[in-house]
T-cell receptor, first 112, second 112 residues
């Protein structure tokens, strides 16, 4: 069975640009969460979507946005990129919003 | 805000020995705890979880202990193998919450 998939694997952007990261949850999972993991730290919660609605938002600026599609896949958008946005962006899916979360391999974003 | 922390940032263990990774949490409302393993370049991998109505839970070669009195949980790995080398995170949440709160992680190195 396919796990959580994310694309792209790696991405290099420059300051001020915007980026779109994509996530496909495990088949049957209706909830997707996004986390940011800066090198050497644990993942930090950004968003959770369940049944296409935002269920939670972490302490991130409005430059970060996300959405979930009818097939439960999700996109994370980051505008006006800053150097500090360089991180591994992880997507996790779960059957329901409060169930065990399974993580994808992440997208490594580098902002120059 | 409240966070999950770890006592030891690094741990080296001889192959075949048992290892114990500790974690302190501060949110008394947390009732669900998870241990994740993260290998280099990969997303966190679920190892074992425990709910607050339990003190101990065993898996294959792993045991999680929860001490709610002192807000402490630990991960015991029996008969460590080279493949156990990774960064281990504990994470906490509570019923109805949408996010996992991660600690900074412990790097476990297995010495051949």
């Amino acid at each position: 069975d396919a796990g959580v998939t994310q694309s792209p694997t790696h991405l290099i952007k420059t300051r001020g640009q915007h980026v779109t990261l994509r996530c496909s949850p495990i088949s049957g999972h209706k909830s997707v969460s996004w986390y940011q993991q800066v090198l050497g730290q644990g993942p930090q919660f950004i968003f959770q979507y369940y049944e296409k609605e935002e269920r939670g938002r972490g302490n991130f600026p409005d430059r970060f946005s996300a959405r979930q599609f009818p097939n439960y896949s999700s996109e994370l958008n980051v505008n006006a990129l800053l150097l500090g946005d360089s991180a591994l962006y992880l997507c996790a899916s779960s059957w329901r919003a409060d169930n065990e979360q399974f993580f994808g391999p992440g997208t490594r974003l580098t902002v120059l | 805000g409240e966070s999950v922390g770890l006592h030891l940032p690094t741990l080296s263990v001889q192959e075949g020995d048992n290892s114990i990774i500790n974690c302190a949490y501060s949110n008394s409302a947390s009732d669900y705890f998870i241990w994740y393993k993260q290998e280099s370049g990969k997303g966190p991998q679920f190892i074992i979880d425990i709910r607050s109505n339990m003190d101990k839970r065993q898996g294959q070669r792993v045991t999680v202990l929860l001490n709610k009195t002192v807000k402490h949980l630990s991960l015991q790995i029996a008969a460590t193998q080279p493949g156990d080398s990774a960064v281990y995170f504990c994470a906490e949440t509570y019923f109805g919450n949408e996010k996992l709160t991660f600690g900074t992680g412990t790097r476990l190195t297995i010495i051949p």
